[in-house]
C-alpha cells in the first residue's frame, strides 16, 4: 500500500513504476514490488546512517521534463 501511494503522489517513483512496467498490464505487481523494495531501502539506509532523506538535483534532472515540472510544482520551499 505504501509503494502505491508513492506512486502516486511522488513523481520520482512514479517515473520509475513507468519505465518498470512498460504500458504492460501484467508487470503492475512487479513495479510496485521494485517502488517498495527501492522505499525499503531508502528507510534502511536513513536508519543506519541516522541522516535526513535528501533527493539530489542531478537525479531530478535526468528525468522528463514533465515528471521534473511536477516534482517542482510539487514541493514548497517555506524553511523555517
Known sequence: ????FARRHNPVLKHQFE???NGN?????LANIAIANKIARYIYS???NKSSFVILHDHIMRL???TRDTFF???SLDFS
Open 1 to 4: 500500500m505504501i509503494a502505491e
Open 25 to 29: 498490464k501484467k508487470r503492475h505487481k
Open 64 to 66: 522528463p521534463k514533465e
Open 19 to 21: 519505465r518498470i512496467k
Open 73 to 75: 510544482n510539487s514541493i
Open 46 to 48: 536513513i536508519m543506519k
